[in-house]
């Protein structure tokens, strides 16, 4: 199946794109990041009772749906330059995880609000029930191929 990854950096046809990066750099900006506590919770709850799906940590996403792709480079693209939106294979015996949206923001929520148990609860939601809606991020545990650059996006400062 074909899916669709925006990325900052620039990769040629027949490359993987490394997983990891979202991670990295949460881990460089430690808890000062923004999601810092949201994915150190969804992390934690993982390895408690939900190893079999692919970390977020040190995964990759896509998406299903190009459109949904391209609406997320522009809502989520921090960095200025030049954004590549590619057309990309999953790997063979990649693990995969589709988490449902409204639960990953609702995780963050109750963070935000200091509800910790509801929280906890919450990021136990969102392992549990795997999302069937396209429009939701794709988690892949291994490298992504790309089969094609498909559009580029210049994100101004």
Request: hydrophobic share 40%.
């Amino acid at each position: 199946m074909t899916y669709y990854r925006w990325d900052d950096r620039e990769f040629e046809t027949g490359e993987d794109i490394p997983r990891g990066r979202f991670g990295h750099i949460l881990i460089d900006h430690g808890p000062v990041h923004t999601l810092w506590d949201r994915e150190m919770l969804l992390e934690t709850v993982r390895l408690g009772g939900h190893r079999s799906r692919p970390s977020r940590l040190s995964g990759l996403f896509a998406f299903v749906e190009i459109d949904v792709a391209r609406r997320h480079v522009h809502a989520f693209a921090s960095r200025p330059g030049i954004h590549w939106l590619y057309e990309v294979n999953v790997s063979p015996g990649a693990r995969l995880f589709r988490g449902h949206e409204p639960n990953l923001a609702a995780v963050g929520k109750a963070l935000r609000g200091r509800d910790f148990r509801g929280a906890v609860t919450l990021a136990g939601t969102y392992w549990r029930e795997e999302s069937a809606a396209p429009t939701d991020e794709l988690v892949s545990s291994e490298p992504l191929r790309v089969i094609a650059v498909v559009d580029r996006h210049l994100v101004e400062e």
